[in-house]
């Protein structure tokens, strides 16, 4: 169980191209302690090696779920009251069942400890599709896979006991208000 001292963790969470680094962002500049999304970093580290779409590879859902670890074991800087994650290894159980792949045993390890501990907050912020995508060299989906992605994350919160504060969409700025008012009533 996290200390009286920890910061409250809050996940943030929902489909490819729905604003959520963009919210991380804001939500950083207004003071807030962020942890950045693993799966992102894996994908940059592995395309600076050579590896056009590390996605493909077998060993890729275990390689995002240990940096996921590895980043929430980090102490948060001095001070911090709430601290915000991009994803956690719920949606990492969600890209597997999305990929079609069997979620790893290092992964249901890291899901059953983190459920056991109370990491997270029982509260996910869900930030909802814009209604486009923008692709990058890490995000490959249509919107049409991004839509049937977000099912498959709803289910992985809800079926662990989550519930899914709706962000909808709407202007940045907007949304990082909401996460802001929400959290400030649920110290």
């Known amino acids: 169980m996290p200390s009286s ?3 409250r963790r809050y996940v943030i969470t929902g ?4 604003g959520k680094s963009t919210l991380l962002q804001l939500l950083g500049r207004r003071g807030y302690a962020v942890v950045d999304e693993a799966a992102t970093d894996v994908i940059a580290r592995e395309q600076a090696r050579g590896n056009a779409e590390p996605w493909r590879e077998e060993s890729f859902i275990a390689a995002v779920a240990q940096l996921q670890h590895e ?3 980090l102490p948060p800087p001095a001070g911090t009251a709430v601290q915000f994650f991009d994803r956690s290894p719920l949606c990492t159980v969600a890209l597997a069942r999305y990929s ?3 979620v790893p045993p290092s992964l249901a390890i890291e899901v059953a400890r983190v459920l056991a ?3 997270y907050r029982p509260r ?3 930030v909802r599709l814009l209604g486009f995508i923008t692709p990058t060299a890490a995000r490959r989906i249509s ?3 991004s839509v049937r992605f977000e099912r498959f994350h709803e289910q992985a ?3 662990h006991g989550f519930e899914l504060v709706d962000v909808p969409p709407g202007p940045p700025e907007q949304r990082a208000e909401l996460i802001a008012r929400a959290v400030a009533g649920d110290g």
């Open 5 to 7: 001292s920890s910061p």
């Open 15 to 18: 489909a490819p191209g729905a």
């Open 71 to 73: 980043r929430q074991e």
């Open 100 to 102: 079609d792949r069997p």
């Open 117 to 119: 501990e109370g990491i």
């Open 124 to 126: 996910v912020f869900f």
């Open 143 to 145: 919107y049409a896979d």
């Open 157 to 159: 919160y809800r079926e």
